[in-house]
């Protein structure tokens, strides 16, 4: 005589769900009039809510302050015209005057801790440190000249000529000072005796002939030089040998003022003169945000329209390295989508970046799925082959239904099929439990939960039969 197995808990017979629908007209059912007003509110909170939001580009998210120059200089108008372009895009640009390009620099560097400044104009060829950490956004596509004023210094033809004259090199701390100085430093045969003062001052040491001569690094445009010319009758500089000065700074370039240029009726200058040119360079010190650079390089392409072709097709000499959103502005000829439509987003990562992370997710979800479909397909393979075994146990052919209502087979005495059939129940037992937890992993894709609830349902169904038939067999003898 042996001890009969540990037989499985009893389990009790599937009893059927009922499910109690509540009957119609119930308490809880909104009548039509309810239903359309309810419809015509959310529609009303939904315009409110786009209305608010306005969803056309806008530069409302540009908050910036700009560091330019003197008042009366053409940085301090050029800034002005970029936060008017800015303002009427519902932006705001603070314009903040300075001494010129050395200060800017200075500022810059200063603020990265505070960022109370974001951004700069500052001339080509001003002295940066290299641990500075200033980066370039691109140079303005209309360059600055040097230019030198006189009186009667048409005379002047060669470099002999300029030798001990007395100059005003612009205020201490602007780029016109750095400029000339870097410039004297090539030719210090010529014995200039330099003066400091503001750019007005020596305009008018000049007219009383307390200074030969007055330079200024400006737009050959701007408003000082046409008064300097027309009104204090003063003559430019024919700089001479310009092309050959221009070799030894690497940031001038040799340019020309056309005759009449200045004023066509009067004919000023009465001739073609040579000069030195410059970039006027966007600095930033890396404090604003994507966001609010992509929308300041959209103000100023607005403003100068060559602005993106100017900077694409130089090279960088200015000895800055190139800002990444403002490579990206220039590459793709303007703001990509996030920059246009969702710059809060630029702020969390770039374009291609977004771009990346999108491919990544699409590769884990595929990498989700085919390791979803592999567990299934073994859970299933395991499942069928318990079946066979089921089958090989009882008879070919034999359904679910049999095996729970078939009375105990003579087969099945033995302790040897007793424990097969129980081995059986605990090789389902813990396929289910494994279905279970494979259903459960967060690697399993959204929905594909249902195909392991089906291979569990068919788990159970295979257990629940078997599980009755055991405890309807006799104790074993």
């Not at 020596?202 to 009383?208: E, G, K, S, T």
Request: glycine letters at 8%; aromatic letters at 4%.
């Amino acid at each position: 005589m042996h001890d009969p197995p540990t037989a499985p808990r009893p389990i009790a017979p599937r009893a059927r769900l009922v499910r109690v629908i509540g009957s119609p007209g119930g308490q809880g059912r909104l009548s039509p009039l309810r239903k359309t007003l309810l419809f015509f509110l959310a529609l009303f909170v939904l315009s409110a809510l786009l209305a608010w939001l306005d969803p056309r580009p806008t530069l409302r998210h540009v908050k910036l302050t700009v560091l330019s120059g003197a008042p009366s200089g053409n940085y301090h108008a050029t800034v002005e015209r970029l936060a008017a372009e800015t303002a009427r895009r519902r932006g705001s640009i603070r314009n903040q005057s300075s001494a010129g390009s050395v200060e800017n620099v200075q500022r810059l560097i200063a603020a990265r801790h505070s960022c109370e400044v974001q951004f700069a104009l500052v001339q080509g060829g001003t002295v940066v440190p290299d641990d500075a950490g200033l980066e370039l956004l691109g140079r303005l596509p209309q360059p600055e000249s040097l230019i030198i004023l006189g009186r009667n210094v048409d005379r002047l033809r060669t470099p002999a000529d300029l030798v001990g004259m007395r100059i005003g090199i612009g205020p201490v701390g602007s780029g016109t000072e750095q400029m000339m100085r870097r410039l004297l430093a090539q030719v210090p045969e010529l014995r200039l005796q330099v003066s400091t003062q503001s750019i007005d001052q020596q305009l008018d040491m000049v007219a009383r002939g307390e200074l030969e001569l007055a330079a200024m690094v400006i737009d050959e445009g701007a408003a000082l030089v046409h008064d300097a010319v027309v009104r204090r009758h003063l003559q430019m500089l024919d700089l001479p040998d310009a092309s050959a000065l221009a070799r030894r700074l690497p940031f001038v370039r040799p340019g020309r003022i056309e005759a009449g240029q200045i004023d066509y009726m009067r004919r000023l200058p009465p001739r073609d003169l040579q000069l030195l040119q410059m970039d006027t360079l966007i600095v930033g010190n890396g404090c604003a945000k994507n966001g609010a650079t992509v929308g300041l390089l959209t103000a100023v392409a607005e403003v100068f329209p060559t602005f993106i072709q100017h900077n694409r097709g130089q090279p960088n000499l200015s000895g800055l390295p190139m800002a990444t959103v403002a490579t990206d502005f220039l590459q793709d000829e303007g703001p990509d989508v996030l920059g246009t439509y969702a710059p809060w987003a630029m702020d969390i990562l770039p374009l291609p970046t977004w771009i990346q992370l999108g491919v990544a997710l699409s590769v884990l979800f595929s990498a989700m799925a085919i390791g979803h479909r592999f567990r299934l397909w073994r859970i299933d393979g395991q499942r069928v082959k318990i079946e066979r075994e089921v089958a090989g146990l009882f008879h070919g052919g034999v359904t679910l239904g049999e095996i729970a209502d078939m009375p105990p087979d003579a087969r099945h005495g033995s302790a040897e099929a007793r424990a097969r059939l129980d081995g059986l129940i605990g090789r389902l037992e813990a396929l289910a439990e494994r279905c279970r937890r494979e259903s459960l992993s967060i690697l399993v894709p959204m929905g594909a939960e249902m195909f392991y609830r089906y291979q569990e349902s068919l788990i159970a169904e295979l257990l629940y039969a078997l599980r009755v038939y055991r405890e309807r067999l006799p104790p074993a003898t």
